[in-house]
């Protein structure tokens, strides 16, 4: 059983590349949707260049067993 301090959220690129924000783990949807707001902040992205990102969890197993 995952318990929910266990799950970690990733964000993935759309374009499956990574970078500073895709090679981290968040405890929460919330702390990952704030990060990459604050990176999103601070760039200035042309139409163009806009790279599109997914915050993800782990699927939930209770029959899996711990690594």
Do not use: K, W
């Not at 799950?7 to 499956?16: E, N």
């Not at 970078?19 to 992205?45: I, K, M, V």
């Amino acid at each position: 059983h995952v318990s929910m301090a266990e799950s970690h959220h990733r964000i993935t690129r759309a374009d499956g590349q990574s970078d500073a924000l895709t090679r981290q783990l968040y405890d929460s949807y919330d702390a990952a949707y704030d990060e990459l707001e604050r990176y999103s902040s601070d760039l200035c992205f042309s139409d163009n260049e806009r790279i599109d990102y997914t915050i993800s969890s782990p699927p939930h197993h209770a029959d899996a067993p711990e690594p």
